[in-house]
């Protein structure tokens, strides 16, 4: 037994685009302490379904939670433990630092190809357990030999992981979490949107949006309402960028695909994305009607035609657009059917008991090895 409560530390970066945004919306933030900041971060919901720090407290693990790339917070810890350290801020040697303090039994990192095994061992006192997540392709001269687990949802990722040294490989999937209010279904903002992002990654992405697009502008039926929420729309075609609102974050993404008639979500070009990725867990539990790229695993989760809707080319996705916005009985009952699926079978308690059960069997395990 280790004597005292376990110790687990997650090490997360989130989108500059975000942070910017965060902290110029809350312009008197930065002079707050450490704590405050990053409880307003996680109050906030960006990557909700992948938070565990505040469920693996609630089961009775001491926690802290590392942001390593929100450069106020981080200059607020090094004040807090009066260290000196010269600008631009070393994102990765801080993030060590702060491990090295806390002395984790278990770290969790977020982004493990970013901060791999050349991360791990600049920390003078190694976690007993080193653990990442993965859900994108895994880019070439990645280390994972210093980890012990990675956790992904995608066979894809489950099979390179060993390739690029990582010991072992569990299933993990995102969570909705509870505390995010329901979107007002009754009062719909607009008929179709897409909050993400395009880069050249996503050809296929930007060629069904623009599908969508010329429906919306009245192309072979009536016209209708197409927002797009992206942070940066260059790799559009210039006559879709207009419909831009900007970018949607955390709580107020969720409250805003609730209240669109219907929300979409498109697999990135070379790497399908097996069910269920964090969009599909996001606006399903916020109560949208999800029309979702079609994927044979997809029943697993939830069942298409009564609790999302899934679509295989442009065509498809074109005639199933119109489809639901002309019928509103349908479409409600099928986001109301997804929406209590999601909370009930997906929701980031459950999530996190599995991770729980999976960290714990682990570490015992250890114990137990000669």
């Not at 565990?52 to 790339?69: L, Q």
């Not at 995010?180 to 949107?193: N, Q, R, T």
Request: proline share 8%.
């Amino acid at each position: 037994m280790l004597g005292r409560r376990p110790r687990f530390l997650q090490l997360n970066t989130f989108y500059p685009a975000y942070l910017r945004d965060f902290y110029a919306a809350r312009p008197t933030l930065a002079a707050a302490p450490y704590q405050a900041q990053l409880d307003a971060l996680l109050d906030d919901g960006f990557s909700g379904p992948h938070m565990m720090t505040r469920g693996m407290k609630e089961r009775g693990w001491d926690t802290f939670h590392v942001i390593a790339n929100a450069a106020e917070m981080q200059k607020r810890w090094l004040q807090e433990n009066d260290v000196s350290f010269s600008e631009p801020l070393n994102a990765a040697f801080v993030a060590a630092m702060q491990v090295e303090m806390f002395r984790p039994d278990v770290i969790y990192i977020l982004d493990p190809c970013a901060f791999d095994s050349k991360f791990i061992r600049q920390i003078p006192t190694r976690p007993r357990l080193v653990t990442g997540w993965r859900g994108f392709p895994i880019p070439p001269g990645t280390d994972w030999s210093d980890f012990d687990l990675i956790f992904t949802s995608f066979d894809a990722i489950a099979a390179a992981a060993p390739r690029f040294g990582a010991h072992g490989v569990l299933r993990h999937y995102p969570g909705f979490p509870a505390d995010v209010p329901d979107a007002a279904l009754d009062g719909y903002d607009c008929d179709v949107i897409f909050s993400g992002s395009v880069t050249s990654h996503h050809r296929s992405r930007v060629e069904l949006l623009y599908a969508v697009w010329r429906a919306s502008q009245g192309e072979g039926g009536p016209p209708f309402q197409f927002h797009l929420h992206m942070p940066d729309v260059s790799a559009l075609p210039p006559a879709i960028q207009g419909a831009n609102r900007g970018s949607l974050w955390g709580n107020t993404m969720l409250r805003a695909l609730g209240r669109a008639r219907i929300t979409l979500n498109i697999d990135i070009d070379a790497f399908a994305a097996q069910p269920p990725n964090m969009r599909l867990i996001e606006a399903t539990g916020a109560g949208a009607f999800l029309l979702t790229t079609f994927h044979p695993d997809l029943p697993r989760f939830f069942t298409p035609g009564r609790e999302l809707e899934t679509f295989r080319d442009g065509p498809e996705l074109v005639a199933k657009v119109r489809r639901y916005l002309a019928d509103d009985a349908a479409r409600r009952a099928i986001a109301a059917a997804g929406a209590t699926r999601c909370r009930a079978e997906h929701g980031l308690a459950r999530t996190t008991d599995s991770f729980h059960d999976m960290i714990t069997g682990q570490l015992n395990a250890e114990r137990k090895t000669p």
